[in-house]
């Protein structure tokens, strides 16, 4: 059964940058795309930004021009950089894979913007 692993939220200051990652545990697939997506309790989860295989990328309009979505595919990683960090980034990030008939999830790993 695949499962993915985030890591890399935290606490950061309103201008200031993280970079989460997210991997497919023991290599237990080949994800075509991944992504990330964000949700705050009690709003629906929204898209933050895609990446297939061969690197084509799509974004969410708030968050373009800020954040870059890039992976890895020996190591069934994605990574998201986040510059330029807002308060209104403030969310839970969960890490989606693809494997071309299922969806795979996270567990989420939460990004604090806040002085």
């Known amino acids: 059964q695949g499962q993915l692993v985030e890591s890399g939220g935290g606490l950061v200051q309103p201008g200031g940058s993280l970079r989460i990652s997210c991997t497919v545990s023991q290599n237990s697939f080949i994800p075509s795309n991944m992504g990330w997506h964000r949700q705050v309790p009690g709003k629906q989860r929204e898209v933050v930004a895609i990446?297939?295989?061969?690197?084509?990328?799509v974004y969410a309009d708030s968050v373009k021009g800020r954040f870059t979505i890039s992976r890895d595919n020996a190591k069934a990683t994605v990574f998201l950089q986040m510059n330029n960090l807002k308060p209104e980034d403030t969310d839970r990030y969960y890490c989606q894979a693809y494997n071309g008939t299922q969806y795979y999830w996270g567990q989420g790993t939460q990004v604090t913007v806040s002085t």
């Open positions: 990446i297939t295989r061969a690197g084509l990328t």
